[in-house]
C-alpha cells in the first residue's frame, strides 16, 4: 500500500505502467456557495502491467466518491492513504475506462460567493479529482462545466459550445495538448472581460478590477506585453507558440503574482491594473511578471520537469528569460541594474540563513514538493544561469536551449539531461560547476591581501573565498575589481576557479584610492567592503556599481564588519541625492529594516527624527514622483511620534499635499493602517470613513477583513488572531499576511508575542493546507517582525521540541528568523 501523497517510488512504477492518458470531465457549479460542486470524469489510460492495482491520487475523503465504473462494470469503492485503488481483477492490458462520479474536492478550489478559480500546483490536482497527479504523466483534458447564466469561464483549452440548462449554463471545451496535472485550470464567475484580435492569436481576459482609470491604462498594455513576450520567445527558441491559445485571468487576492496555466493564465489583479500614480518599479514588475508567465508556455509547459526536485528549472528559465524580454519593452531602462535589484537581494536574504538550500533539492514525496519554492529557486538560479550563460557563451547557450526545447516538447526532462545538450558546446567541465552551483547551498565570502611596494605601486594581489558555511565549496565564476584613482577607474576582470586567486594584472599599477568589488554586479557572494569605502558610494556615476555597494554594505553589516550606524548614516546621505528610483526603492528598503530590526530603543530614538527630517526634505523637494512614493512609504514606516503622524493624518484628510506625490485608494489604505497601527487619536473615524471611500467590493471585502487586526482593543485583535487556527479563516492568504503584519508591528510586539508560539504550531497544518509560498510568508509576518530575545527564545525551544520537523519547513523557520538570530 502506498503512503499517502505521491511517493517517488510510486511515481517510477506508474510512469512505466501507464501512457495514453485522457480525462474527460465535468464539473456542475451551482448558485449558492454552500452547495457542493457535482462532478463526473471518465479517464482512458493505456495500462502496460497489472501485476499490482492501480492507484489512482484522490485527496479528499471517501465520501466525496459516489461510484466507479471500471471498464464498463461498477466496481466498489475502496479509498485508503489518499489513494484510490482498482484491484487488478478489473483491468486490462492495454486501454481501459474509469468512469467515477464524485463532489469535487475544494482545498484547491477556492470558492467565493460569486467566482473560483483552481490552483492545483503542485500536487494539489488530487485535491480537486482522482488523478495521476505527478507531472511526467502528461495527459489530454477534455473539460465541460455547467454554472450561473450569468458566471463566465476560462479553461486551458477554446470553448466551442454553449448549452442553456435552465438558471445554468453548460460550457464545453476542446481537448488540450497534453499537459501535466498542476497546469489543467478552470476559472468562473462573475468577471468582465476584454480582448484583443490584432493577431492570429486572438487573446481574450476576465477582471474583476472597477477602476476606470485602471482599466484605461492597464489592459491595452497588458495584451501589448503578451504580444512583446511572445514574440521574443518564438524567436529566441526557435519555435512556435507550443499551445492553442494564450487567454488570462487577473485574480483578487490571488496567491501568487501569477500561475502559468496552460493557455489560461492567473494573475493576482493588483500586479496588473495600474493608474498613473504608478511607479517605473511597478511597472517593471508587471511586465515581468506577464514576461516570466508568458516564458513558462515553453520552459515548464512545454518542457516539464520529470520530477519536482527540477522545480526550480522552469521558474528559472522563466525569470531568466523575463529578464531579456523586458529590454526591448523598456529601452530606456538600465536592465543590468534591474536583473540586480530584482534576484541579488533575495537571493541573499535566503543563502545567507542557517536554513539555507541548493537550487536542486531532494525531494521523496510530492506531498513536499511545496515546500520546495522560494527566494533560492526564484533569485539565486537566475544569476546562477546567467554566471552560466557567461562562462558558455550567448549563442552555445541559446543552441542549448533550442536543442532541449526540440528535444523534450511536450515531453519531460531533468536538469542532467539539459547540462548533456551543453556538454556538447564546450569543453568546460559542466558536471563540476553544476555540483556546487546547483547541487549545493551557501555563498563565499570574499577578503583580500594587496602590498604595495616604496612606490605606492601594488606589488602583491590576492583574493581568496571561503564558503560562508564553512565547508569546502569553491564558487568558479566571474565578475570584476574596480581601482577607483582621482580621475579615473581601472576595470580588472576577474575569472576565479579556486579559492585563492592571484591578481596578475593589477601587479604594478598605482596604488588607488579605493578598491571596490563586483563593479558591474556579476559575482556572487559577499565581497571586502570598508568604512573607508562608504562615503564614497554615493557619488560613484555607474547605477549597478552605486547599487551593488549599498547592497554588499548591508550583506557587510549583517556579518559584522560594518557596523548598523555606519550603513544607516550611508543610505541616509544617499537618500539625500539619489536620482535613480530603483535605487531609492532600494536603500528606503533597507534603512526601514535597520530601523525596526537592528537598532537598540536609544538608537532608534535618535534616528527616528533624522529619518523623519530627511525624508521630508526630500518629499518637499524636487525628487521625481516615483522617487517621493519610495520616501514617502518610510516616511509612514518611521512617522508614528505625534508630530509626524499629525503630518499624515492631514495627508490622509487632503488637508496637506506633498508636491509631486501622486497616492491612490491603495495607498490610502496603508495610510489609515499606519495611523491606527500609531494610536492616531481620530483612528476609528479614519478606518470607518477610508472603508467608505473604497468602491471595489473585493477590495472592500478585504478591509473589513483587516480591521479586527487594527483594532485598538487588544482583545479584539487577539480574537482575530484565534480565528486564524481555522484553516477556512485562512483562505484569502494575501489578507491574512497583511492582517498579521499589523498584529505583529514592532510598535505592537510587547502584547503580540503572545501569538509567536501559537503561530510556529500552526506551521505544519499551514503548509498541508496553505499554497506554496504561504508557510514563509506566515513566519515572515510573525517570527520575522521581532528582534528581542525572549522571541528568539520561543523559536528556539519550538525547534528543539519538533526534532522530527520534515527538514524543509525548518528551514523555512530558519531563514524567517534570521535576522531575529543575528540581533538576539
Known sequence: MPDPGIAKELANYRKKQLSDIIYRLHFTIPVKKEDPILAEEVVEVRIHAI?????????????????????????????????????????????????????????SLNRNEDFLYTLLVPDRASTLFPCFDQ??????????????????????????????????????????????????????????????????????????????????????????????????????????????????????????????????????????????????SEELNRAKLIAHETAHMWFGDLVTMQWFNDVWMKEVFANFMADKIV??????????????????PSAYSEDRTLGTNPIRQPLDNLKNA????????????????????????????????????????????????????????????????????????????FSDRVTYDEKNRIQSFTIQQQAEDGSAKIWPQQFDIALLYPDSIQLLPIKMDGASLAVKSAIGLPKPAHILYNFQGLG???????????????????????????????????????????????????????????????????????????????????????IAQTLWKVLQGSASSNSKKSAFNLFCAVAYPSNEREKLYRIWKKELVVPGLRLNVDDTVKLASNLAIYQHPEAATILKQTGERIQNPDKRRQFEFLLPALAADEQVRNQFFNTLRNPKNREKESWVLEALANLNHPLRQKQAIKYLPTALELV??????????????????????????????????????????DPTLRNKILQASDNLRRVR
Request: aromatic share 12%; charged share 20%; proline share 4%.
Open 51 to 107: 501485476q499490482h492495482p492501480l492507484y489512482m491520487d484522490f485527496n479528499e475523503g471517501t465520501d466525496h466518491l459516489v461510484s466507479l465504473e471500471v471498464n464498463g462494470k461498477k466496481v466498489a469503492i475502496k479509498h485508503e492513504q489518499e489513494h484510490l485503488i482498482v484491484a487488478t481483477e478489473h483491468l486490462n492490458l492495454g486501454k481501459n475506462t474509469i468512469h467515477i462520479q464524485f463532489k469535487a474536492g475544494e482545498l
Open 135 to 280: 507531472p511526467d504523466l502528461k495527459a489530454i483534458y477534455q473539460l465541460s462545466i455547467t454554472a450561473p447564466n450569468n458566471w463566465k469561464v476560462l479553461a486551458g483549452a477554446a470553448e466551442v459550445k454553449q448549452e442553456n440548462k435552465g438558471i445554468l449554463t453548460q460550457h464545453d471545451f476542446e481537448p488540450t495538448a497534453k499537459i501535466s496535472t498542476y497546469l489543467f485550470s478552470f476559472v468562473a464567475g462573475k468577471f468582465s472581460e476584454a480582448s484583443d484580435t490584432s493577431d492570429r492569436l486572438n487573446m481574450h481576459m476576465l477582471y474583476r478590477e472597477t477602476d476606470t482609470a485602471k482599466i484605461k491604462n492597464s489592459i491595452p498594455q497588458l495584451f501589448k506585453l503578451h504580444r512583446q513576450a511572445i514574440a521574443y520567445l518564438k524567436d529566441y527558441t526557435a519555435s512556435p507558440f507550443p499551445f492553442q491559445k494564450l487567454d488570462f485571468a487577473s485574480i483578487p487576492a490571488f496567491q501568487y503574482g501569477g500561475m502559468e496555466h496552460v493557455g489560461a493564465i492567473q494573475y493576482k489583479e493588483s500586479s496588473l491594473f495600474l493608474d498613473e500614480t504608478a511607479t517605473a
Open 327 to 344: 529590454n526591448p519593452a523598456f529601452p530606456t531602462t538600465n536592465h543590468d541594474l534591474v536583473f540586480l535589484l530584482n534576484h541579488y
Open 370 to 445: 511545496g515546500s520546495l519554492y522560494g527566494n533560492i529557486i526564484y533569485d539565486k538560479a537566475p544569476i546562477m544561469m546567467r554566471q552560466l550563460e557567461l562562462l558558455l557563451g550567448k549563442e552555445k547557450f541559446r543552441k542549448g536551449v533550442i536543442s532541449y526545447l526540440k528535444k523534450y516538447a511536450y515531453a519531460n526532462a531533468t536538469w542532467n539531461d539539459l547540462i548533456a545538450l551543453w556538454d556538447e558546446e564546450t569543453t568546460e567541465n559542466l558536471k563540476n560547476w553544476s555540483e556546487v552551483w546547483v547541487n549545493a547551498s551557501s555563498r563565499p565570502i
Open 524 to 610: 556572487y557572494g559577499v565581497f571586502p567592503v570598508k568604512a573607508a569605502d562608504l562615503a564614497i558610494f554615493p557619488t560613484l556615476k555607474d547605477d549597478v556599481a552605486r547599487a551593488y555597494s549599498f547592497i554588499n554594505t548591508y550583506e557587510a553589516m549583517l556579518n559584522g564588519s560594518i557596523n548598523p550606524e555606519e550603513t544607516l548614516n550611508l543610505y541616509l546621505q544617499a537618500i539625500h541625492s539619489e536620482k535613480n528610483e530603483l535605487l531609492v526603492r532600494l536603500i528606503t528598503g533597507y534603512t526601514q529594516t535597520i530601523f525596526w530590526t537592528f537598532l537598540h530603543d536609544a538608537q532608534r530614538q535618535h534616528f527616528q527624527t533624522i
Open 764 to 805: 505544519e497544518d499551514i503548509q498541508r493546507t496553505g499554497d506554496i509560498f504561504f508557510p514563509k510568508a506566515w513566519l515572515v509576518n510573525t517570527v520575522g517582525q521581532y528582534h528581542s530575545k525572549q522571541a528568539y527564545a520561543i523559536v528556539e525551544h519550538y525547534l528543539n521540541a519538533h526534532q522530527h520537523l
